[in-house]
């Protein structure tokens, strides 16, 4: 596709995209880059920094999901820990959702989560901004532990 035909499927001025690819512009905003992302079935983040899904279609199938997280059955919960402050890294997330996977030093390896903060749905949000630049974010984070051992970090607000 080319950059005029980028332009007008996303719905933009002409030579937009052009612009930017040739240097004339610096950087899209967060609103083109989601536009262009759109019809290029795509996401900003892989866009930006060719990591985590690289389709529209990836992040439905995240290992998590939020409506079946928020809908979890209180049966299968073995607890809910106290309200806490974590450094965590974003590996991959779903901006429509939620969903994430993140890392934390302190509880090794990659965990589920869900971003409940209605920040995330903003553009240039600090979720999607630490996660396109690879560095932490200080998070409050609520940790539930499913009877299959599971935990699912509940994300409420950046600390």
Same mark, same amino acid.
């Given at each position: 596709?080319?950059?005029?035909?980028?332009?007008?499927?996303?719905?933009?001025?002409?030579?937009?995209?052009?612009?930017?690819?040739?240097?004339?512009?610096?950087?899209?905003?967060?609103?083109?880059?989601?536009?262009?992302?759109?019809?290029?079935?795509?996401?900003?983040?892989?866009?930006?920094?060719?990591?985590?899904?690289?389709?529209?279609?990836? &992040?439905? %199938?995240?290992?998590?999901?939020?409506? $079946?997280?928020?809908?979890?059955?209180? +049966?299968?919960? *073995?607890?809910?820990?106290?309200?806490?402050?974590?450094?965590?890294?974003?590996?991959?997330?779903?901006?429509?959702?939620?969903?994430?996977?993140?890392?934390?030093?302190?509880?090794?390896? &990659?965990? %589920?989560?869900?971003?409940?903060?209605? $920040?995330?749905?903003?553009?240039?949000? +600090?979720?999607? *901004?630490?996660?396109?630049?690879?560095?932490?974010?200080?998070?409050?984070?609520?940790?539930?532990?499913?009877?299959?051992?599971?935990?699912?970090?509940?994300?409420?607000?950046?600390?």
């Amino acid at each position: 596709m080319s950059a005029a035909a980028l332009d007008e499927a996303a719905g933009l001025g002409k030579s937009h995209v052009s612009d930017y690819l040739s240097g004339r512009k610096d950087r899209l905003s967060d609103d083109v880059l989601e536009l262009i992302a759109d019809v290029l079935n795509t996401t900003p983040q892989w866009l930006l920094t060719a990591s985590g899904p690289e389709t529209r279609d990836a &992040l439905t %199938r995240q290992r998590v999901s939020a409506s $079946d997280v928020l809908h979890i059955d209180r +049966a299968n919960i *073995m607890g809910v820990g106290k309200r806490d402050n974590r450094e965590i890294k974003i590996i991959s997330m779903n901006l429509m959702s939620g969903d994430c996977e993140l890392a934390d030093k302190a509880a090794s390896g &990659l965990h %589920r989560g869900v971003i409940v903060d209605p $920040d995330i749905f903003l553009p240039g949000n +600090a979720y999607a *901004m630490a996660m396109a630049t690879h560095n932490q974010i200080s998070v409050l984070v609520k940790r539930v532990t499913m009877k299959s051992g599971d935990d699912i970090w509940f994300i409420t607000d950046t600390a």
